[in-house]
């Protein structure tokens, strides 16, 4: 039990560090399923001495929410605006991966400063759901198209639902089904919305997006820095 | 007894890997034993020195097979401790491999050729990185078992490692395995069979030696080879059955079984581009650091 738990773990923080490595959208949308997938399943492990039938429906419904529907949706969204099936990353893969063994080193000191305090039975669950958090947050800023930094959105809630499930085993069920129906939403308006910048700017580089200009306009020649 | 056995038995590995990768291509290859005569012949060789060389390139050969028959000194043989040990001795080994890499390195660039010299500069450059990632495979070997020494490791492994630190061995596991293909340059990272210069870097570098230099450096490759394929197997099958001698041939076995997986690996896979790996590299070394943290000192920090 332990030892599985402990790999289920290691196969999240390697998820990390795939989506930081990556180069490819499709592939890393679906790393990013398949850890919230799988952090839904640990939360049903966790449990496994006491489970009910309405938390088990209720951690497998949101594996299904994060491991098909959202994916899902990103991938239709990417469908839709037709660009180029690359991350174009503002910092380099290498200098991402570091960054991520840098995020490792001081989530496993935080984290284990948070487990002896809080009453947890898996202070390596709590490391590894920070270092996600950072892996989220990183990828929010360090991309430069909007469809990843609905992914960087994505993993991160990755990381609170973990540190949830962590450190407050026993937290509202029925917050976390309104958290996970806000993402929900939020990632299919996200999805139009990128559809959109697409339509309008022909490209949904959010670094190009800076430049104020009106609908009657005409477009200035060449694009805009 | 066991450096010996290691010295004896390493062409023979290299022979494995070899005959594996022919019979997965249609063909039947070499004897087993065609390394060993390899050698021989090698060695019967006269050596022809380019005028612009000097002293380095005659010593260089043999000093690398030197610090790596030392290194072999510091590796136990499955269960058997090393002829030498003693707390701390993993870092000698890392730097003893670091030193045969260098002298190697010195006889290339000695030589004044720009492939040798290309050669070169992409195996410091690649060493580099692949040093780190040993460096942390083997820390996180001594999270695991507590063990400053590369013996006492191994003693300490068959006795529930793999039952309480599953997770972190299999990481450790593929972590060794990718340093072992990048240090001895094996497909994806290096083509051992390749004859265009400009794709070389492990080869690219000897193009100038013959005769018993060349021979050293082959042998030397050999040992490295079964050093790091014996690190692996004595990870992946820690068995202890308590009589010596079948420990050993289990350890052989595994060894062996090494030989025949890098040997799929070479047939299955193709060549990375050489910007890609240096990214590989830091992978390994990332699992190999995921490894560390995973391992159940006492949880992931210190």
Wanted: hydrophobic letters at 60%.
């Amino acid at each position: 039990m332990n030892s599985l738990l402990v790999a289920a773990a290691g196969l999240v923080a390697l998820l990390d560090f795939r989506l930081l490595g990556g180069s490819r959208l499709v592939p890393i949308i679906r790393a990013a399923a398949l850890q919230g997938a799988l952090l839904a399943l640990v939360s049903v492990a966790l449990r496994a001495r006491e489970v009910e039938l309405g938390f088990a429906a209720l951690a497998l419904g949101s594996a299904v929410i994060k491991g098909y529907l959202l994916p899902a949706l990103l991938l239709r969204a990417l469908r839709q605006v037709e660009i180029r099936r690359e991350v174009e990353p503002l910092v380099g893969y290498n200098l991402s991966l570091l960054i991520g063994a840098a995020g490792l080193g001081l989530s496993a000191l935080l984290g284990a400063r948070i487990a002896a305090n809080a009453a947890t039975s898996t202070p390596l669950l709590v490391s590894v759901a920070l270092f996600t958090m950072w892996t989220g947050l990183f990828l929010i800023v360090a991309r430069r198209k909007a469809v990843t930094q609905v992914l960087g959105y994505l993993v991160f809630e990755n990381g609170i639902y973990g540190f949830g499930v962590a450190v407050a085993g026993e937290s509202p069920l029925l917050v976390e089904m309104g958290v996970l129906l806000d993402l929900l939403v939020a990632v299919f308006v996200m999805g139009i919305i990128i559809f959109h910048i697409q339509r309008d700017f022909s490209h949904i580089d959010v670094d190009r997006l800076a430049l104020l200009r009106d609908v009657d306009e005409p477009a200035p020649p060449g694009e805009a820095p | 007894m066991e450096l010996a056995l290691a010295l004896l038995l390493a062409p023979l590995l290299a022979g494995i890997v070899r005959r594996t990768k022919a019979i997965l291509a249609g063909r039947t290859g070499p004897p087993l034993l065609q390394a060993y005569r390899d050698l021989r012949k090698l060695l019967a060789r006269r050596s022809v020195y380019s005028r612009t060389t000097t002293w380095v390139f005659r010593a260089a050969p043999f000093a690398s097979l030197a610090a790596v028959a030392g290194a072999l000194a510091l590796t136990p043989c499955g269960l058997l401790p090393a002829p030498i040990a003693f707390p701390g001795d993993l870092l000698l080994l890392v730097y003893l491999l670091a030193l045969a890499r260098f002298a190697t390195a010195l006889a290339a660039l000695d030589t004044g050729s720009a492939f040798a010299g290309m050669g070169a500069s992409r195996e410091m450059a690649f060493g580099v990185l692949a040093e780190l990632a040993l460096l942390l495979a083997l820390a996180s070997l001594v999270r695991t078992t507590g063990a400053w020494s590369l013996s006492e490791m191994a003693g300490q492994l068959p006795e529930g490692a793999w039952g309480a630190s599953a997770g972190s061995l299999v990481l450790l596991a593929a972590a060794l395995l990718g340093i072992l293909l990048v240090e001895n340059a094996r497909i994806p990272f290096d083509d051992p069979a390749t004859h265009l210069e400009l794709t070389m870097i492990h080869e690219a570098m000897v193009l100038d030696h013959g005769g018993p230099e060349l021979a050293a450096i082959e042998g030397g490759a050999m040992l490295k080879l079964w050093l790091f394929a014996s690190l692996l197997a004595t990870v992946i099958a820690p068995i202890q059955t308590g009589a010596p001698w079948l420990d050993v041939g289990a350890h052989l076995g595994a060894v062996a079984l090494v030989g025949v997986a890098v040997g799929l690996i070479e047939s299955g896979m193709a060549r990375l581009p050489l910007l890609r790996v240096p990214q590989m590299l830091l992978a390994m070394a990332l699992l190999a650091l995921l490894s560390m943290a995973l391992a159940p000192g006492g949880g992931i920090a210190p």
